[in-house]
């Protein structure tokens, strides 16, 4: 079975100012990995995945992620956030053709 | 591009009711899921169905069951409502295998209030 942990409940950054949210997962086979991102009072959305090969995967809005499998890691990244950025961010994983489980979500709150 | 569609954006009922969540997808999807999404835990799967008739447990099935009798439609259905399923809830479908890989599509949640 697969699981995945959030590290951060909240996390606030001033606008301009880089930002990580931390995820991690635990699997005993390969994993697909995801970033999805809600908006306020909007549905998820995709922002990047990693199904295979490079390890650094880019997104949509600026955002990368890198699947690191030694640390069992993806977290994701922006060099400089915008106040549009305020959303909440939860990081999944899914083995091949099988349920995807989500973390609890991360809020990223931008500060002006 | 993709159409998951929830029936109901908001709905109240009482407890002991048993209620019915209906989601719609029209693009063939062999593969659909329900989430529900609280605050502080993020989603948690309840059921999914990989194709018509089938379903699984997801990590929160007790007081749910669900129904697939066609391919395009999964309804979540809550047996006798209680104040503790007072949520909103999430449909989603993908394609099947590596096709499916790709991501989930979501409809726009139901936000169920149970009094």
């Known amino acids: 079975a697969q699981s995945v942990t959030q590290l951060d409940s909240q996390v606030p950054v001033f606008e301009e100012a880089p930002v990580e949210l931390r995820c991690n997962y635990s699997?005993?086979?390969?994993?697909?990995l995801f970033w999805y991102v809600q908006y306020p009072n909007q549905g998820l959305q995709l922002l990047l995945k990693y199904l295979s090969g490079s390890t650094l995967v880019k997104g949509i809005n600026g955002f990368e992620a890198e699947f690191n499998k030694s640390q069992t890691s993806f977290h994701l990244r922006k060099p400089s956030v915008h106040i549009s950025d305020t959303a909440e961010y939860f990081c999944?994983?899914?083995?091949?053709?099988?349920?995807?489980?989500f973390g609890k979500g991360t809020r990223l709150h931008i500060l002006p | 591009d993709v159409k998951v569609t929830q029936s109901s954006r908001y709905l109240v009922k009482r407890t002991g009711e048993k209620v019915f969540l209906e989601c719609v997808q029209d693009?063939?999807?062999?593969?659909m899921f329900w989430y529900r999404q609280d605050p502080g835990l993020g989603l948690r799967l309840i059921y999914f169905?990989?194709?018509?008739?089938?379903?699984e447990k997801g990590d929160i099935p007790e007081g749910y069951s669900v129904s697939r009798e066609k391919k395009e439609r999964f309804s979540l259905i809550l047996e006798s409502a209680s104040t503790n399923q007072t949520s909103m809830y999430l449909c989603?479908?993908?394609?099947?295998?590596?096709?499916?890989?790709?991501?989930?599509?979501f409809g726009s949640g139901t936000q169920l209030s149970v009094l």
């Open positions: 699997s005993s086979v390969s994993v697909y």
């Open positions: 999944a994983v899914s083995a091949w053709a099988d349920k995807i489980i």
């Open positions: 989603a479908s993908r394609l099947e295998g590596a096709r499916g890989r790709e991501k989930l599509f």
């Open positions: 169905s990989y194709d018509v008739k089938m379903k």
């Open positions: 693009m063939d999807h062999e593969n």
